[in-house]
């Protein structure tokens, strides 16, 4: 058995979860009305639909000897506050967020806007990865 303080390198990764709600419109500005209503059926509707969304954020890195931590909870609950629920949370993704204005507000997109929002907030080298999902049926991983 291994003591802490041993100099035996603990690596770990923590997960923490948030939930938000948004509406959105899946439609391409380079395809036609047509195109975009073949391709995304009902969730191109014009007057869009909305989502409750579930956001799992893992970080990873070694386990502080002293602290006992990969990183403190109130420090990632407060870099999510910023990344994710205050610019995502009862939004419409297409008017409201600006990375969406030429960018399909796809799952897979909305996870590349959390990456990246995150990347900018985290000490370098702790995002491990995100997972969005848009029902309890499909999620999107990205790792960056």
């Not at 909870?73 to 008017?95: G, Q, S, Y």
């Not at 080298?125 to 995100?130: A, D, R």
Request: charged share 25%; net charge positive; aromatic share 6%.
């Amino acid at each position: 058995m291994s003591k802490v303080g041993s100099g035996r390198r603990r690596g770990a990764r923590v997960t923490r979860l948030v939930s938000f709600s948004a509406t959105h419109r899946l439609h391409s500005k380079s395809l036609s009305n047509e195109e975009n209503l073949r391709l995304f059926g009902k969730c191109n509707n014009p007057n869009g639909h909305g989502h409750n969304y579930k956001v799992e954020v893992t970080v990873h890195g070694e386990i502080d000897p002293v602290t006992g931590m990969v990183m403190n909870l109130t420090d990632l609950k407060k870099h999510m506050e910023e990344a994710i629920m205050k610019p995502l949370d009862h939004k419409n993704l297409d008017l409201d967020v600006p990375y969406f204005t030429d960018t399909v507000s796809t799952t897979e997109n909305v996870a590349v806007y959390i990456w990246e929002s995150l990347q900018k907030l985290l000490p370098v080298g702790v995002l491990y990865k995100v997972k969005v999902y848009e029902t309890d049926n499909n999620s999107v991983v990205y790792k960056g």
